[in-house]
Nanobody, 123 residues
Framework: QLQLVESGGGLVQPGGSLRLSCAASRFTLDYYTIGWFRQAPGKEREGVSCIRSSDGSTIYADSVKGRFTVSRDNAKNTVDLQINSLKPEDTGVYYC????????????????WGQGTQVTVSS
């Protein structure tokens, strides 16, 4: 099974930025569709962004459009999520997940998951 590791989370003030990274060892992430999800305490896991394997097309949740950008760094074998203009409601554990085919915001379409990285937005 593909092993994914997220990094880059932390505590940031509202309006700040973070860059999350999803890395894999022994597998080339470019072959997979990668989704980013987040889960806040007491809430369901929410898909926030996805980048497709075949053509690099992306999707974003309405709540993050214009603030989040997903991209691949093939040299580093990572998929990164740049998050800007952070809001308190962005707080949660952020996960990356690998799947195949078209992008989806449904976590059930992704079979391999990282352990997550915590993002806390607070003043």
């Amino acid at each position: 099974q593909l092993q994914l590791v997220e990094s880059g989370g932390g505590l940031v003030q509202p309006g700040g930025s973070l860059r999350l990274s999803c890395a894999a060892s022994r597998f080339t992430l470019d072959y997979y569709t990668i989704g980013w999800f987040r889960q806040a305490p007491g809430k369901e896991r929410e898909g926030v962004s996805c980048i497709r394997s075949s053509d690099g097309s992306t999707i974003y949740a309405d709540s993050v459009k214009g603030r989040f950008t997903v991209s691949r760094d093939n040299a580093k074998n990572t998929v990164d999520l740049q998050i800007n203009s952070l809001k308190p409601e962005d707080t949660g554990v952020y996960y990356c997940a690998a799947g195949q085919g078209v992008c989806s915001s449904d976590y059930r379409n992704f079979g391999s998951w990282g352990q997550g990285t915590q993002v806390t937005v607070s003043s």
